[in-house]
Nanobody, 124 residues
């Protein structure tokens, strides 16, 4: 019932910047949180940043001070501004949302949804 569409990945040189976007659509009732995860080559998927409604954003230690997560609630969209990128930031970045969606006009169900992933490559 909910779709996530990501955009903004690509190739960037070390020290450069990228901005990822993720738009949620569908029969959304309440968005509890939106987050970005990443999975580097040969690594497990890890949390990068999460924005929960009514709470301060939380960041992985490795990206603090360099990445900023923000939301446009009117558009059900989450952004990840990535500055001072390093080669170790190379990964597939996934958008994630914890949301209640309508099964019908009366009943909602809470689930977690994932985007398809967008590749970020930091290399000279």
């Amino acid at each position: 019932q909910v779709q996530l569409v990501e955009s903004g990945g690509g190739l960037v040189q070390p020290g450069g910047s990228l901005r990822l976007s993720c738009a949620a659509s569908g029969s959304i009732s309440i968005i509890y949180s939106m987050a970005w995860y990443r999975q580097g080559p040969g690594k497990q998927r890890e949390l990068v940043a999460i924005s929960a409604s009514g709470q301060n954003a939380v960041y992985a230690d490795s990206v603090k001070g360099r990445f900023t997560i923000s939301r446009d609630n009117a558009k059900n969209t989450v952004y990840l501004q990535m500055n001072s990128l390093k080669p170790e930031d190379t990964a597939v970045y996934y958008c994630n949302t914890d949301v209640s969606a309508y099964l019908n006009p009366i009943i909602t169900r809470r689930d977690t949804y994932w985007g398809q992933g967008t590749q970020v490559t930091v290399s000279s």
